[in-house]
């Protein structure tokens, strides 16, 4: 009997402890982000994503109009209705960082900055945005053609 109850007491005190060591080691859990910005369709008909990227609270978007040769870039809010400090920046690709105010959008929008249009048959473009953050995310000398 002496053998049982001290049998009986590891196993209680293995399950607590295995227990113990689950919750020690489960790992923690942010509560989830919203969910990513689909593209809204704001540069108009005829305009197709040629690409994308995650600017922290949003995404923003690449496009292009095969017929016309336009490029077009809209940041889109993944917290739609709330005003957020936001960016859409376009231009021809060159070798500075001054951005004219004709190549950007930006200030407190709800839904989403720009549409951003720029001629760029045979050249390449330098494009990105932000979301209310100091996160602005830009593409040099890409998307050639």
């Not at 809204?40 to 016309?68: E, F, Q």
């Not at 953050?133 to 050639?144: E, W």
Request: hydrophobic letters at 35%; glycine letters at 14%.
């Amino acid at each position: 009997m002496n053998v049982r109850k001290r049998l009986g007491a590891v196993a209680a005190l293995l399950g607590t402890t295995v227990t113990g060591m689950v919750v020690a080691t489960g790992t923690a859990q942010a509560a989830p982000s919203a969910a990513a910005a689909a593209y809204n369709g704001g540069c108009g008909s005829g305009y197709s994503v040629i690409d994308s990227k995650n600017v922290g609270d949003g995404t923003v978007y690449l496009t292009y109009n095969g017929s016309t040769g336009y490029n077009c870039v809209v940041t889109v809010s993944n917290y739609p209705g709330t005003s957020l400090y936001m960016q859409a920046a376009l231009r021809l690709s060159r070798n500075d960082a001054v951005w004219n105010s004709s190549e950007r959008d930006d200030g407190y929008y709800s839904y989403y900055a720009g549409p951003i249009y720029k001629y760029a048959a045979g050249s390449c473009v330098d494009w990105g945005g932000a979301v209310d953050s100091n996160y602005l995310q830009i593409d040099y000398d890409d998307h050639c053609g």
